[in-house]
C-alpha cells in the first residue's frame, strides 16, 4: 500500500496518532521540546507538574475537518525568585491563550472576514471545510493588534458620511504609501489636532477646504505644510459664480423669455432642429461614411492587398470585408420588412385604435387576441413598430401645444455656459451669454474671474493669483477671494505641490463599499480594522 500523505503540522509539534473518517481527521500530537520557557523570568524549566489535553481547529485537509489534540505539559519554574509557580508549554506558532484553532487558521478566517465581514465570510469558510460563526469572525477580526508604524510624511485628509447630512468621519491616508492610516470618528478640529499630536512627523497635509480641517492641522502640526485640494478650490470658485447668477436669475429668466420670443435663442444650433430631420442627418452621415468606407476596401483589393492588410489599415473587420467583396455593396441599411404575418388580418382594427390614441402595444395586443389572434406578445409589439407605428405620421402639436425649442437655462447651467469656452457654444447660446453679460456688469465680471481662477489653477500659474485677488476682492467674488486670501499658504502650495486628497478619495469609496455590505454592523472599531487591514 502506499504511503498516505498527512496534513502538514507545525514543526513544534511531533505526530502521536491519526484517526481519520471520511469526514474529520483527529491528530494526536506533544511538543517536541522538553522544556519550556518561563513566561515571565524567561528560564527554561524541565519539571513537570501534570499534563492535559487542547484541542485546537486546524485547516481543512482533502475536504475533511482536522482536529488537533496537542499534550500540554504544566511544568513548575525552577527560578526561586520568579513570582509564577506553575506554567503551561506553549508555542505561538501553533495557537495563542484561551484560543481553540490554530495560529494559521485564525489567520485564514481574519483575512476572509477582513474581505466579506461576517455573514458572508461564515457561509464562504463554511463550503471550505472550516466552519465558523459570523461573530466569531467579526472577534477575530477586531482582535487585530494595529502594528506600530511611523506617522507618515505625506496625509491626506478627508471626511466620509456616516448618514449623509446627519454624521460624518474622517479618513486619514499615506499619500505616499497609498494607504489608509486611520478613522476618526467626526471631523471636528479637536479630534484631527489630537490625533497630529499624537502622531508628530507629518510634514504635508493635503486637505479639503473645511475650516476645521484647517484649524485642526495648525494646531496639531503647526510645523506642517498644509495643501488645500485643486478640484475643491475650483469647485469652490463655481460655486461662487452660481450665487452671483442665482441673485439676479430674474434678469436672467427676462433676458431668455426676450430672446425665446424674437426668435434669437433658436437660430443656428443642431438642438433646435426638429428630431426627425436631425435623425435623418445623422443617418445620412453614417451611410456617406461607410460608403467611402466601401469605396477604400475596394480599391486596395484592387491594388491585390490581402483582406488581412485591409483590415489592419482600415480597422475594419474581416467578416465586413468578406461580405461587401462578396456582395460588391456595402449594405442598403433598410429596416426588415415582413411579408405576412397573421396580424395582418387585424391591422384595420389596430390602425384605426391607434389614431384614436391608443399607443399602447401591451393593451392593442389584448384586444387583438380576444378578436381571435394567438401569436406571441414580442412578436406583436414588432408588428405595431413596423407596419404601423413607422406608417402613420405622428400628429402636428398647434403652436399653443408645441414646446419651445429652447428653454430658460437653470443657474447650475448658466453657470456652466459662462465659464466654458464661447467658440464651443451652438449660436443660440454664445447669443444668451453675450446678451446677460451686456445686461448685467457683476456677472460679465464674476464670470471673467471665474475663468481667469479656472486657467491659473489648472496651468499651475501662482504668478497669476495675486493680480486676481487685487481684482476679485472688491468685485462680485469678493467673498470668496476673501476665502483664499485666508487660506492664502495652503492655496499657494496647491499651485506648487503635486499632493492632492484624489486618493483619499478612491479610499473613501472602497470605505463606502465595504460599510453597506455590513448591514449596520460598521462600528469604528470594525470599520477601521477591515480598512487598514485588508
Not at 342 to 366: E, F, I, K, M, S
Request: proline content about 4%.
Amino acid at each position: 500500500m502506499g504511503k498516505r500523505v498527512l496534513p502538514l503540522i507545525p514543526s513544534s509539534l511531533v505526530v502521536d496518532q491519526v484517526h481519520r473518517s471520511t469526514d474529520a481527521v483527529s491528530i494526536h500530537c506533544r511538543f517536541r521540546s522538553m522544556g519550556a520557557k518561563c513566561p515571565d523570568c524567561r528560564k527554561t524549566s524541565y519539571r513537570i507538574h501534570s499534563c492535559y489535553d487542547r484541542r485546537l481547529s486546524d485547516l481543512p485537509w482533502q475536504g475533511r475537518s482536522v482536529t488537533i489534540t496537542v499534550s500540554v505539559r504544566r511544568l513548575r519554574c525552577s527560578n526561586k525568585r520568579c513570582q509564577r509557580r506553575i506554567f503551561a508549554e506553549n508555542d505561538r506558532d501553533v495557537t495563542c491563550r484561551y484560543r481553540r484553532r490554530t495560529t494559521r487558521l485564525e489567520d485564514v478566517h481574519r483575512s476572509i472576514g477582513m474581505a466579506l465581514g461576517g455573514e458572508a465570510g461564515m457561509r464562504l469558510v463554511t463550503r471550505l471545510g472550516m466552519p465558523v460563526s459570523a461573530d466569531t469572525i467579526l472577534r477575530i477580526v477586531r482582535s487585530q493588534t494595529e502594528s506600530d508604524h511611523e506617522a507618515p510624511r505625506i496625509l491626506g485628509v478627508d471626511d466620509w458620511a456616516w448618514r449623509r447630512g446627519q454624521r460624518y468621519g474622517t479618513i486619514l491616508v499615506d499619500l505616499e504609501t497609498n494607504n489608509v492610516v486611520d478613522l476618526l470618528p467626526d471631523r471636528e478640529k479637536d479630534t484631527l489636532s489630537e490625533w497630529l499630536a499624537g502622531h508628530p512627523g507629518v510634514e504635508i497635509i493635503a486637505r479639503d477646504r473645511a475650516g476645521a480641517y484647517a484649524r485642526g492641522a495648525r494646531e496639531g502640526a503647526p510645523k506642517a505644510q498644509q495643501v488645500a485640494d485643486r478640484w475643491h478650490l475650483l469647485r469652490n470658485c463655481s460655486d461662487a459664480l452660481q450665487n452671483v447668477v442665482e441673485r439676479r436669475y430674474r434678469l436672467i429668466r427676462d433676458v431668455a423669455k426676450t430672446l425665446t420670443a424674437h426668435g434669437h435663442a433658436g437660430d443656428g444650433s443642431a438642438k433646435d432642429m426638429h428630431p426627425e430631420r436631425r435623425d435623418g442627418r445623422r443617418r445620412n452621415n453614417q451611410h456617406r461614411s461607410r460608403r467611402v468606407l466601401f469605396d477604400e476596401v475596394c480599391r486596395l483589393n484592387s491594388l491585390s492587398w490581402s483582406q488581412l492588410a485591409i483590415k489592419r489599415e482600415l480597422g475594419v473587420d474581416l467578416k465586413t470585408i468578406r461580405k461587401w467583396l462578396k456582395d460588391k455593396r456595402p449594405g442598403t441599411w433598410e429596416r426588415k420588412v415582413f411579408t405576412e404575418s397573421p396580424a395582418d388580418v387585424h391591422a384595420d382594427y389596430v390602425r384605426r385604435r391607434w389614431l384614436q390614441g391608443c399607443r399602447n402595444a401591451t393593451q392593442l395586443y389584448r384586444e387583438v387576441c380576444e378578436r381571435g389572434y394567438s401569436g406571441r406578445a414580442k412578436t406583436f409589439r414588432q408588428w405595431v413598430k413596423v407596419r404601423i407605428r413607422d406608417d402613420i405620421p405622428a400628429p402636428s402639436l398647434s403652436g399653443k401645444l408645441s414646446k419651445p425649442a429652447w428653454s430658460v437655462p437653470s443657474p447650475r447651467k448658466t453657470t456652466r455656459l459662462l465659464t466654458v469656452d464661447s467658440e464651443t457654444l451652438p449660436a443660440n447660446e454664445k447669443v444668451f451669454v453675450a446678451t446677460i453679460s451686456s445686461a448685467s456688469p457683476d456677472i460679465s465680471v464674476a464670470a471673467d474671474l471665474s475663468r481667469r481662477f479656472q486657467t491659473l489653477v489648472c496651468d499651475r500659474d501662482i504668478g497669476a493669483l495675486q493680480p486676481w485677488l487685487d481684482d476679485a476682492v472688491t468685485g462680485p467674488m469678493s467673498s470668496f477671494a476673501r476665502g483664499i486670501l485666508r487660506d492664502i499658504e495652503a492655496v499657494r502650495a496647491a499651485l506648487t505641490l503635486p499632493w492632492s486628497t484624489g486618493p483619499v478619495e478612491g479610499k473613501i469609496n472602497r470605505l463606502k463599499f465595504i460599510k453597506r455590505s455590513m448591514y449596520g454592523r460598521a462600528g469604528i472599531d470594525l470599520l477601521r480594522s477591515r480598512i487598514i487591514g485588508t
